[in-house]
């Protein structure tokens, strides 16, 4: 027989961990299930500055008290690979790679994931050499050139933290003008260590038989092609969700992302969705924690209302 819960939280990020606090702290058995570590993206970051009690903080050292507060109620955190997510009404049933549970309500926090760049070369260096987290790869390229392509807050954040290891760190971006928040600009355009190529599209990675050795990039304004030399590729070029498990559920919309109310209700009742696999404007932890809260007392209120209107689960 599938294991019960009132609530599945799936995906152990900071919004995740913040509806596991609020839904187990009023009471409701929860289970919070993650595919991997708990903490999510927060693994990946070296330095948060915007979470606000901290006026910096390490990403893992934050998903660690986080995991801390979230299972303090009694939440469960165990590990499992969604694979789908059944509504019957009243019960949703969650199946994993190795299990089946069921729960009156489900909240869907799965966050998102780095978009590739799509070019030869970026799959077959994949791990020689290209990378999406410099926090996990940074130290394999001390003291030598790297390149970040994109000019988002990833890349240009990311860029600023492989500075502290890297002898060069060379931006690639399509257009002449950063998209990353100002205060990181400032940072990046006064760094010694930081370069900029603009207007400019990485078309391939190359490299020998065994690592990367530069990229090729062509100017998109004069179709100048040039070859830039670096032992290290950190690929930034956006985000996408990681709703492909669940789109049987019919929640998503046609980018995969998940339109919610503002109690973070899905058009599925019972079904809440949170942090970065919304479709919103502002994905960060502090916006994650918000939904989350939301979300772990709509669950409470959502259940009442089933015991309510004799609803059996
Ligand atoms: P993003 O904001 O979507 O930026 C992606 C960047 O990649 C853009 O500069 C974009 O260029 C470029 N790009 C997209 N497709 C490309 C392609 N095919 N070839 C070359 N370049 C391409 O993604 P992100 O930086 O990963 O950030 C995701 C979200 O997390 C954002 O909401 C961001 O604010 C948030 N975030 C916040 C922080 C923080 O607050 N400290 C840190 C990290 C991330 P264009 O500019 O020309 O579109």
Redesign the pocket.
């Known amino acids: 027989m599938a294991k019960q819960y009132d609530v599945i939280v799936v995906g152990a990020g900071p919004g995740g961990m913040t509806s596991a606090l609020y839904a187990s702290r009023a009471n409701l058995s929860v289970l919070l299930l993650d595919r991997g570590i708990y903490g999510g993206q927060m693994n990946n970051?070296a330095a948060?500055?915007?979470y606000p009690g901290f006026s910096s903080v390490l990403g893992p050292d934050l998903a660690k008290d986080m995991y801390d507060g979230a299972t303090q109620f009694g939440a469960e955190y165990a590990y499992g690979n969604v694979q789908g997510i059944e509504d019957k009404g009243a019960v949703k049933v969650v199946t994993t790679d190795t299990e089946t549970y069921e729960a009156k309500a489900v909240v869907l926090a799965m966050g998102?994931e780095?978009?590739k760049?799509?070019v030869p070369g970026e799959e077959e260096y994949g791990g020689r050499g290209v990378s999406y987290c410099a926090v996990c790869d940074g130290a394999f390229f001390k003291n030598r050139e790297v390149i970040v392509?994109?000019?988002?807050?990833?890349?240009i954040?990311e860029g600023l933290y492989l500075t502290q290891l890297a002898s060069k760190v060379t931006v690639i971006?399509?257009?002449d003008?950063?998209?990353?928040?100002k205060i990181?600009q400032d940072r990046a355009f006064a760094n010694d260590k930081m370069n900029f190529v603009w207007n400019s599209?990485?078309t391939e990675v190359l490299g020998d038989d065994q690592k990367v050795t530069g990229v090729k990039v062509v100017n998109n304004q004069t179709n100048e092609e040039t070859v830039i030399d670096a032992s290290g590729v950190f690929i930034?070029?956006?985000?996408l969700p990681k709703t492909e498990e669940i789109a049987s559920l019919g929640v998503t919309d046609a980018d995969g992302w998940i339109a919610t109310n503002d109690k973070m209700e899905t058009k599925v009742p019972g079904i809440f969705a949170i942090g970065?696999v919304r479709a919103k404007?502002?994905?960060?932890i502090t916006t994650a924690v918000g939904d989350g809260g939301v979300a772990g007392q709509q669950v409470f209120k959502y259940i009442e209302s089933l015991s309510d209107t004799g609803v059996k689960a």
């Open positions: 970051t948060i500055e915007n998102s780095y978009r760049l799509g392509v994109g000019g988002g807050d990833s890349a954040e971006h399509r257009r003008q950063l998209r990353a928040q990181i599209n990485v930034y070029v956006g985000i970065d404007d502002l994905r960060q």
